[in-house]
């Protein structure tokens, strides 16, 4: 259950804000799975990319695999892994968490930048067709079939898991973290996409 998950536990509010970002309507499966278990029925296991206890960012030089940047929502010593499966041109993703508020709704997305000490450095979603308007909020373009959405919601214990699977693969190098945000992700138009602040990130390369 923990492949590839980020312990999450920072105790910094960093200043200027907790950029947002948007979650699809279409909600991905928030099942519990082991790490290796295969994605479904026929399709290759979700091999580890990243997993790890979330920090606080450090004020300079390489930063956390694992960050927190709101320990009141995600708290230091929380837990991030991610693993992926590619098949026939489709591409699918798994996120676990671990010690989170109990029985809460998170968003979370891959994101095209690693960590960094501010939550705007993980850069936008990863979108298959890239919006030519950023900030992205047109749901013909912010959408869980374009981008990869792994909205879940904890049990009693904070723990929980997140999939999605899209019919492509990413591109190398261009996908390079796990987002966690503080809502399940909208399809409102004008908003398509967005899930409140950026509570955590895990670096992870796809």
């Known amino acids: 259950m923990r492949a590839t998950v980020a312990t999450l536990v920072g105790a910094v509010l960093l200043t200027g804000g907790l950029a947002a970002c948007s979650a699809p309507s279409e909600a991905p499966s928030t099942a519990p799975s082991s790490p290796g278990a295969p994605a479904s029925s026929g399709a290759p296991a979700v091999k580890p990319v990243a997993e790890a206890d979330v920090v606080a960012p450090v004020a300079s030089g390489d930063q956390p695999k694992g960050i927190t940047y709101d320990v009141a929502r995600i708290p230091v010593g929380a837990r ?45 979603h990863y979108q298959h067709e890239k919006d030519p308007v950023s ?52 399809t409102e138009h004008g908003k398509a996409g967005t899930a409140g602040d950026r509570l955590a990130c895990l670096t992870a390369a796809f």
Do not use: M
């Open 135 to 186: 900030p992205s909020v047109d749901p013909a373009f912010a959408n869980a079939r374009n981008e990869i959405w792994l909205d879940f919601t904890t049990d009693a214990q904070g723990a929980a898991t997140g999939t999605a699977t899209v019919e492509w693969e990413f591109r190398k190098g261009e996908a390079n973290s796990v987002v966690v945000h503080a809502a399940h992700t909208s």
């Open 80 to 124: 991030l892994s991610t693993g992926s499966s590619v098949a026939n041109g489709r591409t699918t993703v798994r996120l676990e968490v671990s010690g989170l508020l109990p029985n809460t709704q998170y968003g979370s997305h891959v994101h095209t930048k690693p960590c960094g000490a501010k939550p705007a450095d993980s850069g936008p």
